[in-house]
């Protein structure tokens, strides 16, 4: 695997990782 | 394993936009999976808003959110998603977004369907629908792992080869133009204007023009 491609699955396995921590910051604001 | 040095920088903008719209859509999956986890904490069934009726079982504080920012902003973002990375030929998660979805609301089915909030044996009824889910979302998976860690493995950053446009053939050269050129030279040595040195000058002169630099 070269560099461009560790680093587009890595920011992406990043944006993975917030999306979740997002929706659940999203979730508990909202349902409190 | 190969490693090779990406010939460009990654683009920022292009980053920007594929990080942002797919922790969109992770964070609108994460909203539905979470959603979904507190209507089934209740029963599975709720009713919000100003009606003439009485609403039974009201639902939590957020569930529109959860559940509606969900469905529609996973849509948006996903669909976002899916249009930059293909739009850059970038290698992409986008064939995990459908299995994600099916298999996390299966997990609510079964965890639910197995331990109800009522307290009472298990939900048949949820468990189907979980095993519908699980192959829903698990089938896709199996065909949906191995291309896209393809994909990723064979990304080199490189663009598309662009088909270098070949030199148009040069037009054939005719004789005609060379023998014209002789033949006017010809006139003029056997009028007299040009002597036998300026005619052979002249004449080389025309020859050699016609070949190859």
Redesign the interface.
């Known amino acids: 695997m070269g560099r461009a491609a560790g680093y587009w699955l890595l920011l992406q396995l990043a944006a993975v990782a917030a999306g979740i921590w997002a929706g659940a910051l999203v979730h508990r604001l909202v349902s409190t | 394993?190969?490693?090779?040095?990406?010939?460009h920088p990654?683009p920022l903008r292009a980053?920007l936009w594929?990080?942002?719209t797919?922790?969109?859509?992770?964070?609108?999956?994460?909203?539905l999976?979470?959603?979904t986890r507190?209507v089934m904490a209740i029963g599975g069934a709720c009713a919000d808003g100003n009606a003439p009726y009485v609403i039974a079982r009201p639902c939590?504080?957020?569930?529109f959110?959860?559940v509606f920012?969900?469905v529609f902003g996973g849509l948006v973002c996903v669909g976002l998603y899916t249009l930059v990375t293909t739009q850059r030929r970038?290698?992409?998660?986008t064939g995990f977004v459908w299995p994600a979805l099916f298999l996390s609301l299966a997990w609510n089915f079964f965890e639910f369907g197995l331990r109800p909030p009522a307290g009472d044996g298990p939900v048949w009824a949820w468990l189907l629908t979980g095993v519908l889910f699980v192959a829903l979302g698990g089938v896709p998976l199996l065909f949906t792992v191995g291309p896209t860690l393809r994909a990723?493995?064979?990304?080199?950053?490189e663009a598309a080869p662009t088909p270098v446009r070949a030199r148009p053939p040069a037009p054939p050269r005719t004789a005609a133009p060379l023998v014209g050129a002789l033949e006017r030279l010809a006139e003029l040595h056997r009028a007299g204007v040009l002597d036998d040195a300026e005619f052979g000058a002249a004449r080389r002169r025309v020859l050699g023009e016609g070949e190859e630099p």
């Open positions: 394993m190969h490693i090779r040095a990406a010939p990654p980053s594929v990080f942002v797919l922790a969109g859509a992770v964070c609108a999956l994460t909203l999976f979470l959603g507190e939590p504080k957020g569930t959110v959860s920012g969900g970038l290698p992409a998660l990723f493995a064979g990304f080199t950053g």
